[in-house]
């Protein structure tokens, strides 16, 4: 494709639904993360991933997130029993290398729980 | 944790005038970089500096970056209604692809 996209663009759900973000990365792009960012932050790091491997998920912040990809393209940030405190953009980057990494952002997802 | 810290945090300017953006960071890094965000493109990537560089050019973007006092600026020459954004720099940690950002520069332009 020709960038990164990411479904839902916007998440409404009720404090301890489970919701399921999804990133389609660029094609062919080996590293891919995930950030959320807070109105008014930057991005906070949550997980990175090279082709299926998760290399890196010191970022999430409770055990009720989990993140995966498991063909090494597609990605899905899953979210159990929604906090308030979970409201964010949930944004996805990917990047053709795995160092010194231009890294080129889908839209988001921009999660409100109720 | 934010490895790079932007200022001013808001800017407003008249178009056609330079806008100069300046960040700090914490650790070592042997890069840095800065993205730009409107609501309309979201994040964009505008420019990587080595830590062996000192200036780097991009059309009418400039950015320097001083290892020895750990910062870095963004200067947009010829500011247009269209430059108006939230922008960030970010650097990596140790690992060299987990890139800590700052809170952002919000930059308006006045037409």
């Known amino acids: 494709g020709a960038g990164v996209s990411q479904s839902p663009r916007y998440k409404v759900a009720k404090r301890g639904q489970d919701v399921a973000l999804r990133c389609d990365p660029i094609?062919?792009?080996?590293?891919l993360f995930w950030y959320q960012q807070a109105l008014g932050q930057g991005p906070e790091f949550l997980t990175y991933?090279?082709?299926?491997?998760?290399?890196?998920k010191s970022g999430l912040p409770s055990d009720r997130f989990f993140a995966e990809r498991p063909e090494g393209s597609v990605s899905t940030l899953k979210i159990q029993r929604t906090q308030q405190e979970d409201s964010a953009v949930y944004l996805c980057a990917s990047s053709s290398r795995t160092t010194d990494n231009e890294q080129f952002f889908g839209p988001g997802t921009r999660l409100t729980v109720l | 944790s934010q490895q790079g810290e932007e200022d001013p945090q808001a800017l407003s300017i008249q178009e056609g005038e330079n806008a100069t953006m300046n960040c700090s960071y914490k650790?070592?890094?042997?890069?840095l970089q800065w993205y730009r965000q409107n609501s309309g493109r979201g994040l964009v990537h505008l420019i990587l500096i080595r830590s062996n560089e000192r200036e780097k050019h991009s059309g009418r973007l400039r950015v320097t970056l001083d290892t020895s006092k750990k910062s870095s600026s963004l200067l947009i020459t010829a500011s247009r209604a269209a430059d108006t954004a939230s922008y960030f720099c970010?650097?990596?940690?140790?690992?060299?692809?987990?890139?800590?950002w700052g809170a952002g520069t919000k930059l308006i332009i006045k037409p």
């Open positions: 970010a650097g990596p940690m140790d690992s060299n692809y987990q890139l800590i």
């Open positions: 094609s062919g792009h080996v590293s």
């Open positions: 650790t070592s890094i042997n890069n």
């Open positions: 991933f090279q082709n299926e491997a998760q290399l890196d």
